[in-house]
């Protein structure tokens, strides 16, 4: 769609750029084109947001970001960008000043926040045998299987890095719920949601790995996003 916005695709963490490979495929046959995924290092907010801000910073024209799980703290400290003009959340954080990940991920506290464990080098990891029932549990096995062997662990200190000022003030933003979520707490999202006073909120009833087991309705959200932002 010529007169679409570009839309940048933000991964969280145990993920990376092609958890979106399902909504980029459908975006794709809808007739979006400028399709961007960014691939975060996840060892910082800070870094994070910074090449989220360098993509954005290549576009011209509009863009549409979208941020998965902790890829929603990313849109809301990178999106402050003039070209940035809208932000949609997907089972997402969207953390307000000076909020880190970790406090808003303990009130409450998720169910599966057990099947956490650091390495020696300070990354954290979902529990190999317990990722499918933790992250995905909508998701075939043989899908969960690959997501468990390549899951993308970030730094443990990021989920004590707080936003400075959050984007989601500014711009229009659209929150999709996933009421089945063990790893974000959808009380947590729906209050995240809440505050954010969004275009639009929907719930889905699906784990945390939303973008895959329901490409089609997060699809739909980000269109509306999209068409409202053109």
Do not use: C
């Not at 089945?180 to 784990?207: K, Y």
């Amino acid at each position: 769609m010529a007169d679409s916005p570009a839309i940048v695709l933000v991964h969280g963490f145990w993920g990376a750029a092609a958890h979106w490979a399902k909504v980029i495929t459908e975006l794709n046959r809808r007739g979006f084109t400028a399709l961007h995924a960014v691939e975060m290092p996840l060892t910082s907010l800070a870094d994070d947001a910074e090449r989220t801000r360098k993509m954005v910073q290549q576009i011209e024209g509009p863009v549409v970001l979208v941020g998965h799980s902790y890829g929603g703290a990313v849109i809301t400290e990178a999106g402050d960008l003039p070209n940035v003009a809208g932000l949609v959340y997907i089972a997402a954080f969207a953390p307000d000043a000076g909020e880190s990940l970790g406090q808003i991920s303990q009130d409450p506290p998720p169910a599966a926040s057990e099947n956490l464990t650091p390495d020696s080098d300070g990354y954290m990891w979902i529990k190999r045998d317990k990722f499918h029932e933790s992250f995905s549990q909508d998701l075939s096995p043989s899908e969960a299987l690959v997501m468990s062997v390549t899951q993308k662990a970030p730094l443990a200190s990021v989920f004590g890095d707080s936003v400075t000022s959050p984007a989601w003030r500014l711009k229009p933003t659209w929150y999709q719920v996933s009421t089945e979520d063990r790893m974000l707490h959808p009380e947590t999202q729906l209050r995240m949601a809440r505050r954010m006073n969004p275009v639009e909120t929907i719930e889905l009833a699906s784990s945390h790995a939303s973008l895959a087991s329901q490409p089609i309705p997060v699809t739909d959200l980000i269109e509306k996003s999209a068409h409202a932002s053109s």
